[in-house]
């Protein structure tokens, strides 16, 4: 049995030496230094400032191969081909037009040629001559058809089948070798093409082609800095053609053609925001993985925002309205599938934004007050959304709206009462559902409490008869007081105590102030009934505490 015993501890110690054994190589390849009291501890300082010495120089020479093996390839490339197509753009006038597009083509067998004989030795240069052979090769065809004095190919069609031809034949390429450098080069030769083309269904199309497969290629071999690049160029494609078209004929577009126009810049959203959602990060989301939305949705709308502006359009609102929906439902889809907070956020807030834009064209009168109770709806749908950021980007809102209308020369009527419902509601609201929002502290509902208290007896006073405005405040704070014992609220009784304040200090200036007789009397003796009655309450309130006790 001891015997046993001794063998099975030989084994145990044996099984523990060879684990520390192989952990010892592990942080050996890997350059992690022992844990201390473990293995070995390195005490030789001189060996530590030599192992420090060794890693810097070994970083700085990894810098010095970079610059010169990558970057100087890059500029060196770069540089030549901008001096060929420099050279094909000569006017060569006593030479047949079609020449310099033929020795362009020359060019290019020779630079891919020799792409392929360095492929081996210098991969980074092998490529660097790849993408500039087929840069070449795409210019020299541009040039049959422009840059020259005389086209040698008249057809605008030839040209646009022709650059079509070799924007695929390098995607091929870029497929074969997996290069995403290759794959964005021949998606903005296809933009370019499309450009070119001066065909607006034509544009569309392409546009929209590139948004699907590079959405495709960034879900099929996770390519995210591909998307990252389209994403811009995309829409300012979009945008360059139809500025470009607007100065070619000198007029705007005709209104059928508007709002074709923002169909495709929202179906370029909505490619990029669908190919997000079957994104590999794990939940919770990050601030960074926000930020492709942020991206995408800012420069949708900021598209159509330029097109729209720029534009004579007759019923803008109703297209701000449209687009109002697109941007909520997209909130919509990302809470739903993804519970997505950022991209919730960015795609709510625009598609509030564009609500508020309705509002504002659609000439109503008074559209101030539409856009208070905008913000109610706003708070409501942020519930659902759990976002505490809409909220305070909503209140923020809120108070910018109330102080435009306040300084506005907008006559204050019994509407503007909108403000101050709106924020007790809306305070309400956040009170109900405090905890979905993760809304920590009162600072926000207090913050819509102090709108109303404030709103509500500055409405009345412009709006109801002078002799009645105090009876009216009065009632207000009968009101607060009322809800404060229905919902056992303390902060509406506080509400309820200030505005008998405000009331009592604006009798006592119309007391000294009016000549009014009978106003005066009223108001003193109502307020003087009102204030007993609740002391009445609180009285009984008290017996009632103590009885209980």
Request: glycine share 4%.
């Amino acid at each position: 049995m001891d015997t046993s015993n001794k063998n099975d501890n030989l084994d145990l110690l044996s099984l523990t030496q060879k684990l520390e054994n192989r952990i010892s190589k592990i942080e050996s390849f890997l350059k992690i230094n022992p844990i201390e009291g473990e293995l070995s501890n390195i005490t030789d300082e001189t060996t530590e400032t030599k192992l420090v010495k060794e890693t810097d120089e070994e970083r700085e020479e990894k810098l010095e191969l970079k610059i010169g093996q990558s970057w100087l390839a890059f500029i060196g490339t770069t540089v030549m081909i901008i001096g060929l197509c420099f050279l094909l753009s000569l006017s060569y006038e006593s030479l047949p037009a079609y020449l310099p597009s033929l020795i362009g083509y020359v060019l290019t067998a020779m630079l891919f040629v020799l792409s392929q004989r360095v492929d081996r030795s210098y991969e980074n240069i092998a490529g660097y001559l790849l993408s500039g052979s087929m840069i070449l090769l795409f210019y020299s065809t541009l040039r049959f058809h422009f840059f020259g004095i005389t086209a040698a190919i008249q057809s605008n069609s030839t040209e646009v089948i022709l650059l079509c031809l070799i924007a695929i034949t390098n995607m091929v390429i870029a497929l074969w070798k997996k290069s995403i450098y290759l794959a964005g080069l021949s998606l903005t030769m296809a933009l370019i093409t499309a450009v070119v083309s001066n065909e607006s269904f034509f544009l569309y199309s392409v546009a929209t082609l590139v948004v699907l497969f590079g959405s495709y290629l960034r879900l099929q071999f996770n390519w995210v800095g591909l998307i990252m690049y389209l994403m811009p160029i995309t829409y300012f494609t979009h945008l360059l053609w139809y500025f470009i078209h607007n100065t070619a004929t000198g007029n705007d577009l005709t209104p059928i053609s508007i709002p074709f126009n923002l169909l495709f810049v929202l179906v370029y959203a909505f490619i990029y925001s669908i190919s997000y959602l079957k994104r590999e990060e794990p939940r919770p989301e990050n601030l960074n993985s926000g930020l492709f939305t942020f991206f995408n949705s800012v420069l949708a709308f900021l598209s159509i925002l330029l097109i729209l502006l720029s534009s004579k359009y007759g019923t803008p609102s109703l297209v701000y309205f449209f687009i109002s929906i697109f941007f909520i439902a997209m909130a919509i889809i990302f809470w739903i599938k993804e519970h997505s907070r950022y991209s919730t956020f960015f795609y709510a807030m625009l598609g509030y934004l564009s609500l508020s834009l309705a509002i504002i064209y659609w000439g109503v009168g008074d559209y101030l007050i539409w856009l208070c109770w905008q913000s109610f709806l706003v708070v409501v749908t942020s519930v659902w959304f759990r976002s505490k950021y809409i909220v305070v980007a909503n209140f923020i809102i809120y108070l910018f709206v109330l102080i435009a209308y306040l300084t506005s020369s907008l006559l204050i009527n019994y509407a503007s009462l909108s403000f101050g419902v709106v924020a007790l509601l809306s305070a309400r609201i956040l009170n109900w559902q405090k905890d979905k929002l993760e809304l920590q502290t009162e600072q926000m509902r207090n913050a819509y409490l102090a709108a109303a208290l404030f709103t509500i007896p500055y409405s009345l006073y412009h709006t109801v008869p002078e002799g009645l405005i105090s009876i009216s405040w009065i009632i207000v704070a009968v009101v607060y007081y009322l809800l404060s014992i229905l919902l056992n609220n303390k902060k509406y009784r506080w509400m309820s105590f200030i505005t008998f304040l405000l009331t009592l200090i604006y009798i006592a200036i119309i007391g000294f102030t009016s000549s009014d007789l009978i106003y005066k009397t009223v108001s003193f003796l109502a307020l003087g009934i009102v204030l007993l009655v609740v002391s009445i309450y609180y009285a009984k309130r008290k017996v009632k505490t103590t009885q209980t006790n």
